[in-house]
């Protein structure tokens, strides 16, 4: 579904951009990995994440390890599709799902102890283009007060879901908003003027 204010016109010409750089990113992982496999070091350097910075490390390799499926600490072509596919064209219910994946890393379907490291990360990545007037523990408290429904401390999937479209700044840290298709377009154009 495009956005309100594009004519249809508009929406296909926005899908058939967004196709095309998917294309050219399946390219490019041709290119860079022949043999069908990306491993994390060579995920950053598609994505131009330099190892100084602690917090955009952290940040790809927890998007490297939700989308390893399989968990051989590799991304296979069907991995590097579906990511791809989520992150440039995926409706908000399925990046909400996601993000609710990475911030339950353990995966037993509530959101409690990875959630404040993903919040720090976050953080400081946003920190870098913004002011935040907020700690992250305030951010968190402030995100459970809002989401945590029935006030256990955790938070599910459906309290996630629900709240995250209840509140507009909850929804831009929940969906994990860093402008990750910015970052792909990005840096898509940035590797192809280097093949």
């Given at each position: 579904?495009?956005?309100?204010?594009?004519?249809?016109?508009?929406?296909?010409?926005?899908?058939?951009?967004?196709?095309?750089?998917?294309?050219?990113?399946?390219?490019?992982?041709?290119?860079?990995?022949?043999?069908?496999?990306?491993?994390?070091?060579?995920?950053?350097?598609?994505?131009?994440?330099?190892?100084?910075?602690?917090?955009?490390?952290?940040?790809?390799?927890?998007?490297?390890?939700?989308?390893?499926t399989n968990k051989d600490n590799?991304?296979?072509?069907?991995?590097?599709?579906?990511?791809?596919?989520?992150?440039?064209?995926?409706?908000?219910?399925?990046?909400?799902?996601?993000?609710?994946?990475?911030?339950?890393?353990?995966?037993?379907?509530?959101?409690?102890?990875?959630?404040?490291?993903?919040?720090?990360?976050?953080?400081?990545?946003?920190?870098?283009?913004?002011?935040?007037?907020?700690?992250?523990?305030?951010?968190?408290?402030?995100?459970?007060?809002?989401?945590?429904?029935?006030?256990?401390?955790?938070?599910?999937?459906?309290?996630?879901?629900?709240?995250?479209?209840?509140?507009?700044?909850?929804?831009?840290?929940?969906?994990?908003?860093?402008?990750?298709?910015?970052?792909?377009?990005?840096?898509?154009?940035?590797?192809?003027?280097?093949?």
């Amino acid at each position: 579904m495009g956005t309100p204010w594009c004519s249809p016109k508009q929406e296909s010409h926005n899908e058939e951009m967004d196709l095309a750089r998917i294309h050219e990113l399946c390219v490019i992982f041709m290119k860079e990995c022949p043999s069908g496999a990306l491993h994390l070091h060579e995920l950053k350097k598609i994505f131009g994440v330099s190892s100084s910075s602690v917090e955009e490390s952290l940040f790809i390799e927890t998007i490297f390890n939700s989308f390893d499926t399989n968990k051989d600490n590799t991304l296979d072509f069907l991995e590097y599709v579906a990511a791809l596919h989520l992150i440039l064209r995926g409706n908000l219910e399925d990046r909400l799902k996601w993000s609710f994946k990475m911030y339950d890393n353990d995966g037993n379907g509530s959101v409690l102890d990875h959630f404040m490291c993903l919040i720090q990360i976050l953080y400081k990545i946003k920190l870098q283009k913004t002011h935040i007037s907020m700690t992250p523990s305030q951010i968190c408290d402030r995100i459970f007060e809002l989401v945590d429904q029935n006030n256990d401390g955790e938070i599910t999937l459906l309290e996630f879901m629900e709240g995250a479209q209840k509140d507009e700044w909850v929804m831009n840290l929940l969906k994990l908003d860093v402008n990750a298709t910015g970052w792909v377009i990005q840096n898509c154009g940035r590797l192809q003027s280097a093949t």
